[in-house]
């Protein structure tokens, strides 16, 4: 049987119960046990594809299609291991569910409630994942208190009944403010989110209280004696500058033993040598520093590029060198020597993927700005879009080139939706979501990056290069290094005569890992590292 931890959060939200989470998944998968990882959201959306990037941030992909939260991207990066659908879910999903079944009546005339219609729904999703899988650590959105969260928490309680003490554990994590005008923590927060948790009916098995400084034993106690919660399972989440430090955090504390004990599992050692490795290469880079511009028009919540700035971390930790990033807002209005005063100071240039018109041409002006200047370039997803309008305009001529998805009406859509696409079918014309195969040219800065001829790349896009301006951009130098393997889909291009210009139509970020960096995330920073 599968063992159970589920993490429950209180007080505030974004104290990183997705960072708890991904870190104790990291100490139990290097320990050699099976870990699966999931997280159940309370809002009603039935997936954050649809959420604007302001309020939700980033959008993670994974391997079989789905959009989901932003958490499964520090479940991957942490512990090396694909997510799937059945990796996260939404209210708006399970009350979906429930509504279908009763209209083709499996209820059986019954009158359906939130228990036990609805908290059975939960509970069959959460067991998806213990098939095959030694431990499912799953994350409750929220906090405790929302109504939303209500009947997940209700759902878990209930789990612990069926499966038992010893393969289930709740981990709470909860806030205890440092108050400096009283120079004193404040443990009240905690106490009573608590005292919530158990009036729902559950007790939690460990605590983590998020704190800027290591609580003190006295503080320890005081919280341990009106949480219900032994001592010894009173830690300190405290503030960190690097993310990357809390798995080590967590395992000089001993959780890791307090968790293999309730669970009745073995403890194991855990090898982290080369995680060790990657934070030593953050905090002492040996090979000077390199500043990044990011173009983008969500600067304002930079959660929205959250993959993409962690990747460019991963890489530049390998490449041995400190990296600044510079956040350029491309729906600001400058002249072409304001754009020159803005990014002259940049090693190199990176666009990333997004929706919709807005910043579109200051994107625009920053690609130029890049190609002409030589300064190494990375597109993603829109910025490979962006890269294609730009040099349609100012190398092929086509002043009037543009997107159909910005202008229905353009004359010269160089990026549209492709009729002729048989994916067109699959997709449901909508989106190209999740893996899909790319064939490289083997003379292109691609292949020398992958060193292989077929890869495999996440894509999250509707609109596709249009292959009627494939001869004309042929014609003036650009290469088309990645196709589908039916030669259809432009995955790649560059240009030769440059350090480093790339785009790429899919999410290269969302492979990438602190062990185990993207290729063309290592590429584009040691270009950057020797412009």
Not at 316 to 338: C, G, M, P, R
Not at 452 to 478: A, L, P, S, V, W
Request: proline share 4%; aromatic share 10%; glycine share 6%.
């Amino acid at each position: 049987m599968a063992k159970h931890i589920f993490v429950i959060g209180g007080v505030l939200s974004s104290l990183g119960k997705g960072i708890a989470s991904a870190s104790i998944g990291f100490l139990l998968q290097k320990m050699g046990y099976k870990v699966a990882m999931q997280k159940l959201d309370p809002y009603l959306n039935v997936d954050p594809g649809t959420m604007s990037p302001f309020q939700h941030g980033e959008v993670f992909v994974t391997e079989d299609g789905a959009e989901t939260d932003l958490d499964l991207g520090h479940y991957e990066r942490f512990t090396g291991l694909a997510t799937n659908r059945n990796s996260n879910t939404t209210s708006g999903v399970i009350y979906e569910n429930v509504i279908k079944k009763e209209r083709k009546g499996e209820y059986l005339g019954k009158t359906v409630q939130v228990i036990p219609h609805v908290t059975n729904e939960i509970k069959r999703f959460i067991k998806k994942l213990a098939v095959d899988n030694d431990i499912v650590i799953t994350e409750i959105g929220g906090t405790v208190g929302d109504i939303e969260s209500l009947p997940f928490l209700e759902a878990v309680r209930q789990f612990r009944l069926e499966v038992g003490y010893e393969n289930s554990m709740f981990i709470f994590l909860s806030y205890v403010p440092y108050i400096p005008t009283a120079g004193e923590v404040k443990t009240k927060p905690t106490q009573h989110s608590a005292y919530k948790l158990r009036e729902i009916g559950i007790q939690p098995d460990i605590l983590l209280c998020r704190c800027e400084k290591e609580l003190d034993e006295e503080i320890k106690q005081k919280i341990a004696l009106f949480t219900n919660v032994s001592e010894k399972n009173v830690f300190s989440a405290i503030d960190v500058d690097c993310v990357y430090e809390i798995p080590k955090i967590y395992f000089d504390d001993g959780m890791q033993s307090r968790i293999c004990q309730h669970l009745r599992i073995e403890e194991r050692n855990v090898d982290f040598s080369r995680w060790d490795t990657f934070l030593n290469n953050i905090k002492n880079p040996q090979d000077g520093n390199i500043k990044i511009a990011i173009c983008g028009k969500y600067i304002e919540h930079k959660d929205a590029y959250k993959s993409v700035v962690e990747s460019l971390y991963h890489a530049a930790a390998w490449n041995n060198v400190k990296l600044y990033i510079k956040w350029i807002d491309s729906e600001a209005q400058y002249t072409s020597q304001e754009y020159h005063s803005l990014l002259n100071d940049v090693d190199a240039i990176l666009v990333p993927g997004g929706f919709g018109i807005r910043g579109i041409d200051g994107k625009i002006e920053i690609v130029k700005y890049a190609r002409t200047n030589k300064i190494p370039f990375l597109g993603i997803c829109l910025g490979m879009q962006v890269a294609s309008i730009e040099f349609a305009k100012n190398v092929c001529n086509i002043e009037d080139a543009y997107s159909s998805e910005f202008n229905e009406n353009c004359k010269n859509p160089v990026i549209a939706l492709m009729p002729d696409q048989k994916y067109i079918d699959d997709i449901g014309g909508s989106m190209r979501l999740g893996a899909y195969p790319c064939k490289l040219t083997p003379d292109s800065l691609a292949f020398s990056i992958y060193k292989q001829e077929n890869i495999t790349e996440r894509h999250r896009h509707r609109y596709e290069f249009n292959n009627k301006y494939r001869d004309i951009f042929e014609k003036h130098g650009m290469k088309f290094s990645g196709t589908s393997p039916d030669d259809l889909l432009i995955e790649i291009i560059e240009i030769d005569n440059h350090p480093f210009y790339l785009g790429v139509q899919y999410h290269p970020e969302f492979k990438s890992n602190p062990e185990n960096p993207h290729p063309i995330f290592s590429a584009f920073i040691k270009a950057a590292k020797n412009n």
